[in-house]
């Protein structure tokens, strides 16, 4: 069965760090270009950072450089989420996702074939 399967989720204070992972059956997910996106209550899917298919190269959203990390296992089958110095307003569900190219974009969630199905990220203050 091919999934990605999202773990690592959690209640953090402010200033915090969690690490997401997405892991991968069915598919060896270095094969796919893979993403995490995020969601808020009331709010649009918001891309957060990815990952090249077949390369380290991560391109990443300009509110989350400096503070977030994607990286990858590929002896694991693993991606990975570093999110450090969280703030409340990073609470939200993460999904990771995964598609078998690369472009010159990965921000957009339509591109996507491959979806997890969410982990619950919640910062207080």
């Known amino acids: 069965q091919v999934q990605l399967v999202e773990s690592g989720g959690g209640l953090v204070q402010a200033g915090g760090s969690l690490r997401l992972s997405c892991a991968a059956s069915g598919v060896t997910i270095s094969n796919y270009a893979t993403g995490w996106f995020r969601q808020a209550p009331g709010k649009e899917r918001e891309f957060v950072a990815a990952i090249r298919r077949n390369s380290d190269m991560t391109h990443y959203a300009d509110s989350m450089k400096g503070r977030f990390t994607i990286s990858r296992d590929n002896a694991k089958n693993t991606v990975y989420l570093q999110m450090n110095s969280l703030k409340p307003e990073d609470t939200a569900v993460y999904y990771c996702?995964?598609?078998?190219?690369?472009?010159?974009?990965?921000?957009?969630?339509?591109?996507?074939?491959?979806w997890g199905q969410g982990t619950q990220v919640t910062v207080s203050s």
């Open positions: 996702a995964g598609r078998q190219y690369n472009a010159a974009t990965y921000y957009r969630s339509d591109e996507y074939t491959l």
